[in-house]
C-alpha cells in the first residue's frame, strides 16, 4: 500500500490530494487521483506500466484531477495495454472532452466502467482480487472501495511429495486440495503434503464520507481500513455540515467493524499536523495510522 497524498480540498505545503496505489502480485491499483499524483509516483518510484485499473470514489477535484496528467503521461511512455478507469458515470463525462482534446492518437484505450455508489457490489476481478464498492455519504454521488485478496493455492512441501514420489502432473491438484493415492492404494492426506497459505487479506477504502454506519457490515473484520478524518471532534459541526467525519467518528467505525487496523486521511487545511487528529482517534481505536505521503504499508 503506498500513500501519494492525503489532504483534502485545499491545496496545502503539508499533503498533496488524495491518491493510493495498491500493490498485489506485481499489479497496481490506484484508488483516486489528486493532483500530483503521477510526481508523487515518480518520487516513490512507483512503475506506471504496471498500472491496469483506476478507481474514482466521486468527481470533486481533490479526487479526480490528476487523471489528465497522469493518462497524457501514460501516452508518452508509450504505453499499448488497456487503461480501465472505475468510478461513479460522471467520471466518463468529465473524461471523455479532455482525452479528445489531449490524448487523440494513443496507441492504448482507455475504458470506462461506470458504478452505482449508491450499490455495494462487484466492481472488478481478476486473478489476484475482486473489487466491492462501497456506498458512502457525502454531497455527490460517492463511494468506497473493498479489495479483497483471492485465497493462494496451498505451498507444496517438497519433502514429502519427494517422498511419496508424487508425479509432477499431480502438483496443481495437490495444491488445490487433492489427496495423493499411491500406486500400491495408499491415501496420502493432502495436510501431509503441503502447508497452508497464508489467509487472503483485505483492505477498506472509505473517503470522503460523513459518518455513516451502514457500511460496517461491508467492511467487518478488513486487515486495514482507511477512513476519512478531516476534522478534529471540536468542529464536528463543520463535519456534518460538508459531509465528512472527525477523527473520533473514523476510530468508532473502526471499533464497530472490529477492524484490525485504522488508517485516518483526507486532512483538513485548518490542522498544522495530523497528530491531533491521531490522538483523537487513539482513544477510541489505538490501533490508529496517521497516513502521510510517501508512505509504504504492509496489509
Known sequence: MNILGCGSALPTTRHLATSQVVDLRDKLYMIDCGEGTQVQMRRMRIKFSRL?????????GDHCFGLPGLISTLGMLGRLGELVIHGPKE???????????????????VRFNPIDPTKHTLVMEDHSLRVYS??????????????????KEAHIIREMTDFYNVPIRMMQEIKRGA??????GEVIPNARLTRPAEPPKRYAYCSDTAFHPSIIPFIEGVDLL?????????????????????ARQAA???????????????????????LVLKQEADTIFPHTIAAEEGMKLEI
Open 91 to 109: 467520471v466518463e463525462s468529465y473524461m471523455r472532452p479532455v482525452l479528445h482534446l489531449f490524448c487523440k492518437g494513443f496507441p492504448f484505450e
Open 52 to 60: 491496469n485499473h483506476i478507481f474514482i470514489s466521486h468527481l470533486h
Open 179 to 184: 489427496d495423493f493415492v499411491t500406486p500400491e
Open 252 to 274: 468508532e467505525i473502526a471499533r464497530d467493524a472490529h477492524v484490525k487496523r485504522l488508517m485516518i486521511g483526507h486532512y483538513s487545511a485548518r490542522y498544522e499536523q495530523s
Open 226 to 246: 482507511y477512513h476519512e478524518a478531516t476534522f478534529a471532534e471540536c468542529d464536528a459541526a463543520r463535519a456534518k455540515e460538508t459531509f465528512h467525519s472527525t
Open 134 to 151: 462501497i456506498p458512502l455519504k457525502h454531497r455527490i454521488p460517492c463511494c468506497g472501495y473493498l479489495f479483497a485478496e483471492k485465497e
